[in-house]
Nanobody, 115 residues
């Protein structure tokens, strides 16, 4: 089974930036359709950004223009650069397959945005 580890979260003020990283098996993260998801307190998990093997990316409307998903093949990681963070971005962030077959969920990385 594919096991991924998310890191890079923290507690920041609105307007700050964070860079999240998802590391795992290199072949999977280089080639698969990978997404960053988040789950805010009391809410359903939602997908916020995806990247295909071709490099094509998509973003949820709520993060478009502020978040950037990318691959770092040298480090077998898929990263999420977040800027202009808002209070409503507070959530636990996870990475996973963005297609039909989810991997086991990692522990996620917590992002807290507060004044």
């Amino acid at each position: 089974q594919v096991r991924v580890v998310e890191s890079g979260g923290g507690s920041v003020q609105p307007g700050s930036s964070l860079r999240l990283s998802c590391t795992g098996p290199g072949g999977i993260l280089r080639l698969d359709y990978v997404g960053w998801y988040r789950q805010a307190p009391g809410k359903e998990r939602e997908i916020v950004a995806t990247i295909r093997g071709s490099g094509y990316t998509t973003y949820a409307e709520s993060v478009k223009g502020r978040f950037t998903i990318s691959r770092d093949n040298a480090n077998n990681s898929v990263n999420l650069q977040m800027s202009g963070l808002k209070v409503e971005d507070t959530a636990v962030y996870y990475c996973n397959n963005a297609g039909d077959q989810l991997w086991p969920w990692g522990q996620g990385t917590r992002v807290t945005v507060s004044p």
